[in-house]
């Protein structure tokens, strides 16, 4: 009953460093998105994929890249890493786009110093 | 202007009291909207569908007015579990869920 799984919950990384969030869902979802959460901010989109094989820019998509690896996986890379980029990343998934019910993985806290 | 905007509160009730807010958006060509609730550090959870002739939920009332663009969320006899974060989300096409930066509601013994 694992739902969306996000790894790792929390990370640190030194200015200009890369890393990659993995984000997997087992509920045969179509449609995936990476949020990023900041204070006063609400959740806001990076990128989504309506369906496996596509992928599209949300509000806030400069400094990032995604993969929509398969069905089940969809993962969001910094590639040099910036003080600004410091928040909560959610990944989400729903079965239809936005007229289904989205599942939230529990957050990655990403701090950039 | 954002797609989404909601009062950020905090609303600061009694419990057993009624507490409502708004939620407005921008593209008149949105078709779905829900209600979230998060709760402090954790991930958004559905909290209900927001249906075009209003819709009921327990305690929970969601009523949307597509002529002046915004939905709203009552809840009635406020429990202390009701302290949260409420979000207003928005699809203003097929795929993309826009949310709003949520309501704080507080509910006090």
């Known amino acids: 009953n694992a739902g969306v799984t996000q790894t790792p919950k929390f990370q640190v990384l030194k200015t200009g460093q890369s890393m990659t969030l993995q984000c997997a869902q087992d509920?045969?979802?179509?449609?995936m998105y990476w949020y990023r959460q900041d204070p006063g901010m609400g959740l806001r989109l990076i990128y989504y994929?309506?369906?496996?094989?596509?992928?599209d820019k949300g509000e806030v998509p400069n400094g990032y890249n995604v993969s929509r690896l398969n069905k089940r996986e969809f993962s969001l890379r910094l590639e040099s890493a910036a003080p600004s980029q410091t928040s909560v990343y959610f990944c989400?998934?729903?079965?239809?786009?936005?007229?289904?019910?989205?599942?939230f993985g529990q957050g990655t806290r990403l701090t950039v110093v | 202007r954002k797609e989404v905007e909601q009062d950020p509160g905090p609303f600061n009730v009694p419990e057993g009291a009624t507490v409502a807010f708004n939620c407005t958006y921008s593209?008149?060509?949105?078709?779905?909207f829900f209600w979230y609730r998060q709760d402090c550090r954790k991930e958004p959870k559905l909290l209900m569908s927001?249906?075009?002739s209003g819709n009921e939920d327990g305690r929970f009332t969601a009523q949307l007015n597509r002529a002046s663009q915004y939905i709203s969320l009552l809840i009635r006899d406020s429990k202390l579990s009701d302290s949260a974060t409420y979000l207003c989300?928005?699809?203003?096409?097929?795929?993309?869920?826009?949310f709003g930066a949520g309501t704080t509601v507080t509910v006090r013994a």
């Open positions: 989400a998934s729903s079965a239809f786009g936005g007229s289904t019910e989205a599942f």
């Open positions: 509920m045969n979802h179509n449609s």
């Open positions: 994929s309506a369906s496996e094989g596509t992928t």
């Open positions: 593209n008149s060509a949105s078709q779905s």
């Open positions: 927001v249906y075009s």
């Open positions: 989300v928005v699809t203003p096409n097929d795929y993309k869920l826009s």
